[in-house]
């Protein structure tokens, strides 16, 4: 069992807090920088706890990191202190919560989910300015490096000094500190921030705008590897936020049928919300029967993978199998099909069930998806590719984001109850506004 715990200073929230209407709100006023900063620090196995923590500067110091891999030391002039707005839990987060990753407790600030308001620009930072109103893609990008050059953000050369790719408060990603706090430190700003044009506008959507930053592009990403397109039939494995939003995706693409296969009974129900057809995959049958009794066929055009290497075998008592939702793709996937594989997949698992699973190393039927001809692609979403068009499509009213995860703000003080309440399969998503912006937060009992 998950324990997580509040922080001793944690405030009470009302039900539903009014705040100030949109108009009226001044937070660039509101966002002047003092000495203090809070976050959600990961402290063990199941516990999360909410921590006083430093004030962000224009640099970058993890040379106390225990995770080697991640120590480095830079100047950050180029970069933007933020007054975090919003910034959300991720089935990503929960994946180091339960201990499934190589990251030790009592250092790291989660959270890679971020939209806020700039307080401070370093001197390098030209396009950029006090006051705007940003998302901030989970990946940190330079850039620069060939790889940004060529678009593909999510592997940044020049930002981690252990592998390519980095992002905020997450294991092995190069040490940069999270954003579930009340201020953040964003470098390159000019390169990674998405400003909104029009903050009112822009604070009335926040809970939309907020899932920018990851679970939107990623979903779309996700739908855009397996080539989602107008007609197209579809499966989605996984009904938790992202599964949702690839859903959505898939639907914003034009698919003409979606099906979704989970688990949980309500993840289903809110799949089924905006016009999704479901699977529960704890009952008995063939995945291809299932997906034959909606559609008449037993395939599927495209397959998307939004679970990742925590995944679970078909059937009521089905346990952990890291490779069953990649096997089930390949399964259902039509001859010349493709796979998009969003889900997150690791190099280190402690808390696998086998020795080559703990090495990243899976027992996957990969001949049967050769044999067919079949595509797969693997990776981070690269945010920026996408998040423009995507903020478009929420700012005019082409997409309800917020409504197909179940988007839900609650206060910093209460992210270890999100925490809690997510692990244990609860379909919503959780957005934490620290500092009481949006006027929406509700509390959790």
Not at 5 to 12: G, P
Not at 35 to 62: C, H, Q, T
Request: proline share 5%; net charge negative.
């Amino acid at each position: 069992m998950l324990h997580f715990s509040r922080s001793s200073s944690a405030r009470s929230v009302c039900a539903c807090t009014k705040g100030k209407p949109v108009s009226e709100r001044e937070l660039s006023t509101a966002a002047q920088p003092s000495a203090s900063n809070r976050g959600v620090v990961y402290m063990a196995p199941g516990v999360v706890e909410v921590k006083p923590i430093d004030f962000p500067k224009l640099e970058l110091d993890s040379t106390s990191s225990p995770v080697a891999s991640e120590r480095q030391k830079r100047k950050c002039e180029h970069g933007a202190i933020l007054k975090v707005v919003t910034t959300n839990i991720c089935g990503s987060d929960q994946h180091m919560v339960r201990g499934r990753t190589s990251l030790p407790g009592g250092y790291m600030v989660l959270g890679h989910e971020i939209t806020g308001e700039i307080v401070e620009v370093g001197r390098d930072v030209e396009f950029m300015k006090e006051g705007d109103l940003c998302s901030v893609p989970f990946n940190i990008a330079c850039g620069r490096c060939p790889a940004c050059k060529r678009g593909d953000t999510g592997v940044c050369l020049f930002v981690n000094p252990a592998r390519a790719g980095a992002a905020f408060g997450y294991v092995d990603m190069g040490g940069w500190v999270g954003g579930q706090a009340e201020y953040v430190m964003v470098p390159y700003a000019d390169f990674n921030l998405l400003k909104f044009p029009d903050k009112d506008r822009a604070m009335e959507k926040i809970a939309d705008l907020t899932l920018l930053s990851d679970i939107f592009p990623t979903g779309f990403h996700g739908a855009k590897q397996a080539g989602v397109e107008p007609g197209s039939i579809v499966y989605v494995a996984g009904a938790g936020p992202v599964g949702l939003a690839c859903a959505a995706s898939c639907h914003l693409l034009g698919a003409a049928c979606v099906i979704v296969g989970d688990a949980i009974p309500t993840r289903l129900a809110q799949a089924r919300s905006f016009g999704c057809e479901t699977i529960d995959i704890t009952s008995d049958g063939d995945l291809a029967h299932k997906i034959h009794a909606i559609t008449g066929s037993p395939d599927v055009d495209c397959a998307i993978d939004c679970v990742g290497f925590e995944a679970r075998g078909s059937g009521a008592s089905g346990g952990e199998k890291p490779a069953q939702v990649l096997n089930d793709c390949m399964g259902i996937i039509r001859e010349g099909g493709q796979i998009g594989i969003p889900g997150l997949y690791v190099t280190e698992d402690p808390g696998a069930s086998t020795e080559a699973a703990q090495l990243g190393s899976l027992n996957m039927t990969f001949g049967l998806a050769w044999s067919k001809s079949a595509s797969m692609h693997t990776g981070q979403c690269p945010v920026m590719k996408y998040h423009r068009p995507l903020m478009n499509a929420i700012m005019h009213d082409k997409v309800r984001i917020a409504e197909a995860v179940n988007a839900k703000i609650i206060s910093l003080d209460d992210a270890p109850l999100g925490y809690q309440n997510f692990d244990q399969g609860e379909s919503v998503k959780y957005v934490m506004d620290p500092h009481g912006v949006t006027g929406k937060v509700q509390a959790l009992g």
